[in-house]
């Protein structure tokens, strides 16, 4: 493949020109050229390993043919791209495909409507619907959450240098604590209390929750907890958000997240990263029919009507419907588990209790103590030519292989890990 920049001037361009709000690249600075699957190229030809996976936007790899040949073939027969909100047959065709291979089954009856590109545009909706159709104003977040960085949606978000960035208040959100925020200490309980009338709390319009924060940490939500939010919501009236921003779309091994936990009954559910297939920016909001009690246009967005996304969406949830990936992810992601909790024995062997594991299913990850010891992690895997984030304040590794990499292949980068896991060790 040709290219009209050397390595350095496309680099030295985008320094130069890019703001300066640019993160990622910074810490994996060279110019990426071609992907296919978990398989990145720069553009001097080095191949890496990518466990970014576009933040959980990727969770089929890069260019999957199945759902690229759909995309291209769509384009070839001159489907519209850009549609507002018109309806489009490629729109109507995700609608029932969705419906059929994720509603119907699970028995959930839910309108979806198409918000904008971005998963905080799934957030923003929801959270204006649920102040419309309760009349109230406040929304019980998480400690450690990670809603989006619009300003709606920042206010229940936790990420100091995001909230800082806001230039104005953030409010209308009271935080509670997650689950396993306080050491040994039912949160569902303290939040049970700190609602009951009279205690200056107002009234929540509803509960803005992730079954596992993403950006805050790998935090798991256990099933009983969240069985214990959803009574908690009905006792002070109030509804539930599920944003499955991250966790959704497969990554913790069911399509939604919240499947282990049918006692959580979402109202809403935020979809957005990886619904489209492979990276088209889509977003989409599951509201409960009864809640539907939207105005037409009273919530609006030039990019609702991304044709592509749709198309990529149809095609990604083939999926779904075939027992070969399924069973595939799920050899997958029990290899991921074992990799991770194994890694951690050898790191706790040699240097104590430096690390964990944390998250669930394939969104899953290592949690070390200090921030120090996973950034040499995370440097030390870019030097072995594997790109991997950090979350939670930067102490957690987030290994997020695409789930339709194969278990040869995330063996091989799970030996690169355990090397590099071992040298920080070693170094502790
Ligand atoms: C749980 C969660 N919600 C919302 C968002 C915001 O999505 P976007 O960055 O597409 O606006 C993210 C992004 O990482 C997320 O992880």
Redesign the pocket.
């Known amino acids: 493949m040709t290219h009209q920049y050397s390595a350095n001037s496309a680099k030295s361009i985008l320094e130069q020109h890019e703001s300066n709000v640019r993160s990622y690249c910074r810490d994996f600075p060279v110019v990426f050229h071609r992907a296919q699957g978990h398989r990145l190229w720069d553009e001097t030809g080095r191949e890496f390993t990518d466990l970014l996976c576009g933040?959980g936007a990727l969770n089929y790899g890069h260019n999957p043919p199945p759902i690229m040949q759909d995309l291209i073939a769509y384009l070839f027969q001159g489907g519209p791209v850009q549609s507002l909100d018109l309806y489009t047959t490629a729109k109507a065709r995700f609608v029932e495909a969705f419906r059929q291979t994720v509603l119907q089954p699970r028995g959930l009856d839910y309108v979806m409507q198409f918000p904008g590109p971005?998963?905080?545009l799934a957030?923003e909706a929801a959270l204006k619907l649920a102040r419309k159709v309760t009349g109230r104003h406040n929304i019980v977040a998480f400690t450690q959450a990670?809603?989006?960085?619009s300003l709606g949606?920042l206010a229940p978000t936790s990420v100091p240098v995001l909230r800082q960035a806001s230039g104005v208040p953030l409010g209308g959100v009271t935080v509670m604590p997650f689950d396993g925020a306080l050491d040994d200490v039912d949160t569902t309980a303290v939040i049970k209390k700190m609602l009951a009338p009279g205690f200056g709390i107002d009234p929540p319009a509803a509960f803005l929750v992730?079954t596992v924060q993403?950006?805050g940490g790998l935090n798991v939500a256990s099933r009983a907890w969240l069985g214990a939010i959803r009574e908690i919501a009905d006792a002070v009236g109030a509804l539930i958000i599920v944003?499955d921003?991250?966790a959704g779309c497969g990554r913790t091994g069911d399509f939604l997240s919240t499947d282990f936990a049918p006692e959580l009954r979402p109202d809403m559910i935020c979809l957005?990263?990886s619904l489209s297939g492979m990276g088209e920016p889509m977003a989409m909001l599951l509201i409960k029919r009864r809640l539907d009690q939207w105005e037409p246009g009273e919530h609006s967005g030039t990019f609702r009507g991304n044709n592509l996304a749709f198309v990529g969406a149809t095609a990604a949830l083939r999926y779904w419907n075939d027992p070969i990936f399924i069973a595939e992810s799920r050899k997958l992601t029990q290899a991921i588990r074992t990799a991770v909790e194994d890694i951690v024995n050898q790191a706790v062997r040699i240097a104590g209790p430096v690390a964990s594991a944390a998250g669930r299913g394939a969104m899953s990850g290592i949690r070390f103590t200090n921030t120090e010891t996973a950034l040499a992690v995370k440097r030390n895997l870019f030097e072995h030519n594997i790109i991997a984030e950090t979350c939670g304040g930067g102490r957690v590794l987030k290994l997020f292989p695409p789930l339709t990499m194969t278990v040869p292949a995330w063996e091989q980068t799970a030996n690169t890990l355990r090397t590099c896991v071992v040298d920080a060790a070693n170094a502790v």
């Open positions: 933040g971005a998963g905080t957030v990670f809603h989006g960085a949606a992730e993403g950006a944003d921003v991250q957005s990263k």
